[in-house]
């Protein structure tokens, strides 16, 4: 009875997209965290590879956050 | 003329709800980052009111289910809409005055199903597919999906984090928090001012002015919505972001970055696709899901109860307050008197519960300073 009530094909798209995207970028946005702290600590035992590689991911992962905010934003626009 | 007439003051009534929905409802959005000091209490407002501003230009689907899905639009009159409005804002300024987050966009359905269920019979609402479909059972799922988001996404952060330094995790997370908090806002403004727009809309179609068979959202109608909920949250609502921040468990910076996130995504996949969702029951799950994932006992339950109990109340409360406001009004006949006694007593008992919550905070002083001094 509920199935033919509701659009069950919607409603799985904001369960997935919920969860992909709560749960993904969140720990993605950790990653940058985590290549921040290490590249400082790296750069301050004098660990010059430590340092650009961890500056790097974090970057990279800040970039993706970023990159996948303004994704989904022009995703939602689209009207 | 006098169809203008009530038109005009069913517009004015609809931006007033739209203004305390924003003064409702954001402060929910904005509570995270206040308790974690990510932002300054009156920065995080600011921030949020801008953002809430532009939410309103992202999308109409809501819009769109607003207006067509819940009610019949061709058999709804514009003194139904005027009823179903005032029952929404008398129930949020209620749950305002007893610092209750109960959800202003099931207050707004409720209403306008009580008011339109008097007004027209039960063949004028969609029960099936709007009501159950399109926002009894997303109602549901959200804080659901919310509470299951967060609480993932913390127990994978603290795994990431986890042998970190303190100090650099707290500075990166309360800048996480900036953009989880925006999108937040982004999101209420999206999900929220949308419901407005789509009732003014149902007002119009219900006036003739626009054609049932050729639904659109004028322009006039997003940009007085998105700044009606702009300026209401710009006016803040202290003792909610009071409950919400802080009564329900104390949250540190990463819980409130996956709190923030989990309740963002959830209403705007659910903007996508129409589902005119709560923020306050979103962000309440989230909230409580970052906690509870960290440790159960860290929630208060007891707060969390008295908010479960608002929400379950909400919609049969609204839809009565509107059922009698409908009623109140066709004493006065079909013009526009009814409307017009109805806005003066509404206004009459806001300044009410005003003087009130001023005389309130003036014995809390005085008490204070008593202590204080004695």
Partial sequence: MIASVVDTGALLEVIWVSIAAGIGLTAIYGMAIVGASRAVDSGRRGHTGGAVFYGALGLVALAVVVAATVFGIETLSDK | ??????????????????????????????????????????????????????????????????????????????????????????????????????????????????????????????????????????????????????????????????????????????????????????????????????????????????????????????????????????????????????????????????????GAVVILAASKVGFPLSTTHTISGAVIGSGAAKRLSAVRWGVAGNIILAWVMTLPAAACIGALTYSVTRIFGTGAAGPMVVCALILAGTALLFVRRAQQRGIASVGDAAEVTG
């Fill in chain 2, 1 to 262: 003329m006098e169809g203008d007439l009530i038109v005009v003051i069913v517009v004015a009534t609809a931006l007033a709800f739209d203004f305390t929905n924003g003064f409702h409802d954001t402060a929910n959005v904005v509570a995270t980052s206040i308790s974690t000091r990510a932002m300054s209490p009156r920065i995080a407002v600011g921030y949020a009111a801008i953002l809430n501003f532009a939410g309103a230009f992202l999308s109409l689907a809501v819009a769109a289910t607003i207006a067509n899905d819940v009610v019949d639009p061709a058999a709804v009159s514009l003194l139904a809409v005027f009823g179903g409005l005032v029952g929404a804002i008398t129930w949020n300024l209620i749950t305002w005055y007893f610092g209750l987050p109960s959800s202003s966009s099931h207050a707004l359905i409720g209403g306008m199903v009580g008011a339109v269920l008097v007004a027209e019979g039960p063949s004028a609402v969609s029960f099936d597919e709007g009501i159950l479909g399109k926002v009894m059972i997303p109602a549901v799922v959200a804080p659901i999906l919310a509470f299951l988001v967060a609480g993932a996404s913390i127990l994978v952060l603290y795994k990431i984090v986890g042998r970190l330094r303190p100090r650099p995790v707290t500075v990166g997370f309360r800048a996480g928090q900036v953009l989880s908090g925006g999108l937040l806002a982004l999101a209420h403004g999206t999900n929220d001012a949308q419901k407005t727009m789509g009732v003014i809309t149902l007002a119009l179609v219900a006036n003739g002015t626009i054609s049932q068979s050729d639904f659109y959202v004028p322009d006039w109608v997003v940009v007085s919505a998105a700044s009606a909920i702009a300026l209401g949250t710009y006016a803040g609502g202290w003792r909610i972001i009071k409950t919400m921040g802080s009564r329900i468990h104390k949250m540190d910076t990463a819980q409130g970055f996956a709190a923030q996130g989990a």
